[in-house]
């Protein structure tokens, strides 16, 4: 056996193969860009297809491949025409052009998706296309939400969703799992809803001899990334919650039941829900500063790293409201900019940079506080992760051990494979698999360091009051 997992960022494509134990035969991974026009978020279908195709490329036993599954952002919109052809740039889960438009959402819309409503949701956002794109939308034979349903098109020539993503668009009711009646869009142009662990179908012979693929590749429905994400930081629990630290963010809980409070999801898992406080700013953060500070070096990276754990201990009274494309939760505003605060003479590049992941940190750390619960355990996981100072950050913020498993980039595209396994008989169940899976994983756990935590709690206090005092300069 031979899976095949695909994880699609915002900023790269990953690619994993792995066999029945779930061992990693081969891992690659391709950047992708971003399109920005002012307040508008965009990226290019067929440059999500040409570095797919390019990755399929890059592994020579490509012909071996068994089953296929895939995750990926979720929230986006991608209109398909003729022949599964793009008829405009996919319009991405941070760009919030339907902000203006909330006021056409009818509010029993809220209580079926559970949805605080805001700008970067699909439906509202569709409001938008129908306005200024109507052509788009009289061309459409399909609309899709993630990058990975574009391509499970383009191998099956089946528009499919799975309920996780289905779960972040304002369009499915997410207690009936269907979707709802009141929407002012047409059903039939809407993807087939399915499970992650569904067959959508096998490879279409055409695409499998043009790709070099097996022809009897299984093609899974796979999921949302917070779904994939969640399944592999191995929370199974109340109060166990886990930080996911991709270009954008989240904290999230798994339940039996939708919080009021939270943005809510359907679990891989059947049954279960996650409680999701989602952010525009987590990793995005990261980047920006390390370009800011070093922007001309090849080793960025390494510099801002070896900034950071040189100053581990380092005491910064400047505060950072991280909003550099707005924020969605639990600060919903989309015009809202990012600030520093506290500048004065002595300020340096060290303030700058710690300020800034602080800033992160306490964003989630208001998210928890919204989400009304107290974690007993913290694991961290994504790209973000890899900054190990900041993981101690996070634990002097959060006043509870933070778990932080290595090679933490490729557990969701791991966790994936989970699916593939229980349908074929190998494992089963989820919670079987995870358990065993992060049981043999390295992990390093960060504590809070005591004499540190009163002035975290202080400037906490502080960086909560920022926000309502600028917001009226943007009103």
């Known amino acids: 056996m031979r899976i095949a997992t695909f994880d699609f960022g915002t900023t790269a494509i990953k690619f994993v193969v792995l066999d029945e134990k779930a061992n990693i035969l081969y891992n690659n ?149 269907e979707y709802i009646d009141t929407i002012e869009v047409n059903k039939e142009i809407l993807p087939k809803i399915l499970n992650c662990g569904d067959i959508v179908n096998t490879i279409d012979k055409n695409i499998a001899l043009e790709l070099g693929l097996n022809p009897k590749l299984k093609i899974f429905a796979g999921s949302g990334d917070a779904g994939a994400t969640t399944l592999a930081s191995g929370i199974v629990k109340d109060n166990e919650l886990n930080i996911n630290l991709g270009t954008s963010g989240w904290i999230a809980n798994i339940s039996k039941s939708p919080n009021k409070e939270a943005f809510n999801l359907c679990a891989i898992n059947e049954g279960y829900y996650i409680n999701v406080i989602p952010v525009l700013n987590a990793s995005s953060v990261h980047k920006w500063v390390t370009n800011l500070i070093f922007k001309d070096k090849d080793n960025k990276y390494d510099l801002m790293d070896n900034l950071l754990d040189t100053n581990l201990n380092y005491d910064t009274d400047l505060i950072t409201l991280p909003y550099l494309v707005g924020e969605r939760y639990p600060v919903a505003d989309n015009k809202i900019k990012g600030c520093y605060f506290g500048l004065n003479p002595n300020t340096s590049l060290v303030d700058l940079a710690i300020s800034a992941l602080e800033g992160v940190a306490y964003s989630l750390k208001q998210g928890i506080v919204e989400l009304g619960v107290t974690p007993k355990t913290i694991s961290l996981i994504g790209g973000g992760a890899l900054t190990l100072s900041w993981n101690q950050i996070f634990a002097n913020i959060f006043e509870v051990p933070i778990t932080v498993y290595s090679d ?68």
């Open 29 to 177: 991974k391709l950047d992708i860009d971003t399109i920005i026009k002012d307040d508008f978020i965009e990226q290019s279908p067929n440059q999500w297809l040409e570095t797919f195709k390019n990755l399929i490329e890059s592994y020579k036993d490509k012909n071996q491949l068994t089953h296929l599954i895939c995750s990926g952002q979720m929230q986006d919109l991608i209109f398909i025409g003729k022949n599964n052809t793009p008829l405009y740039n996919a319009i991405l889960y941070n760009d919030q052009r339907g902000d203006n438009y909330l006021d056409k959402i009818d509010k029993e819309i809220e209580e079926k998706t559970t949805i605080h409503m805001n700008g970067s949701i699909p439906l509202s956002k569709m409001y938008w296309v129908k306005e200024n794109e109507p052509k788009v939308l009289e061309n459409t034979k399909n609309i899709l939400f993630s990058p990975k349903d574009f391509i499970t098109l383009y191998l099956t020539n089946i528009a499919v969703a799975d309920t996780t993503t289905l779960s972040t668009t304002g369009m499915m009711d997410i207690y009936k799992k």
């Open 408 to 475: 933490s980039e490729y557990l969701p595209s791991i966790s994936l494979t989970s699916s593939v396994l229980i349908h074929e008989g190998f494992i089963n169940s989820y919670e079987e698999f995870i358990r065993e899976l992060l049981s043999n994983q390295d992990k390093k756990v960060y504590l809070p360091q005591e004499d540190r935590v009163d002035k975290y709690r202080d400037k906490f206090t502080k960086f909560k009051k920022l926000y309502p005092s600028l917001k009226v300069i943007n009103e």
